[in-house]
């Protein structure tokens, strides 16, 4: 790894630009153009040909599918600090998801175009955003194994855990709880209501988590990773 990088225990798999150094950030920073958006504004969609690159500065965005009877399956909904967009900039190609905000939402927005500048000018932004991408592909394999080998309570549970530890690195203190609707999670997982329900009833049960209106508080956080790991 260049020495111009940071350190490995310091690495930032969530934010790529935290992986190079100060005076480069500051340069791509002052590239930035801010946006505020409204609730539920629509991003881009699957398909639609890259032009920018966005980070969030507040609010969310979500990410998701729509297959062909018009169901949503829902990926990610990404926080304060994370980049959307990013793959599609990077290689030019279209977005490969649907995208839009969560409530208001205020965004950073680098074109794809600044990008490539920026990447022929400061050769370690490929290994940062390669850091970057690796990290993303971490990600989608645990998905797919969540997908195709946990039970539904199981696979809600995987996902609540996950949830909550990427809020821990955003907010970076040690609240265990989401702001997350039964819905919500039933498009994560791919579930019918009734079955997150069920799942839900169990975890609660379980005493490994307690519900509220659209919250989720994690009361046992080591025994639901292990509720999520049984199989």
């Known amino acids: 790894m260049p020495d111009a990088l940071v350190p490995n225990e310091k690495i930032n798999t969530l934010d790529w630009l935290d992986n190079v150094r100060p005076e480069i950030q500051d340069e791509i920073r002052s590239c930035f153009v801010r946006r505020s958006l409204d609730a539920d504004t629509h991003l881009y969609s699957k398909t639609d040909k890259s032009g920018k690159i ?3 500065v507040s609010g969310q965005v979500r990410l998701f599918f729509i297959d062909h009877n018009g169901r949503e399956i829902l990926i990610k909904i990404c926080q304060k600090g994370e980049w959307v967009g990013a793959v599609a900039g990077i290689d030019h190609r279209p977005y490969p998801v ?5 409530g208001a939402t ?3 927005i680098l074109t794809a175009n600044q990008l490539d500048g920026l990447r022929a000018k400061y050769s370690e932004l490929e290994t940062a955003l390669l850091i970057y991408m690796c990290g993303n592909l971490r990600n989608i394999f645990k998905l797919f194994q969540e997908s195709v080998m946990l039970p539904v309570s199981n696979r809600i549970a995987a996902r609540i855990c ?3 530890e990427e809020e821990r690195r955003h907010k970076k203190q040690g609240e265990s709880s989401l702001i997350l609707s039964q819905e919500d999670l039933g498009l994560m997982t791919g579930a019918s209501r009734q079955a997150v329900n069920k799942g839900i009833s169990q975890l609660r049960e379980n005493r490994l988590i307690s519900t509220s209106y659209g919250k989720i508080a994690v009361l046992d956080s080591d025994g639901l990773r292990e509720f999520a790991d049984e199989y």
């Open 98 to 102: 649907h995208a839009e905000t969560r």
């Open 162 to 164: 996950a949830l909550v």
């Open 106 to 108: 205020t965004l950073n």
């Open 54 to 56: 966005c980070q969030i």
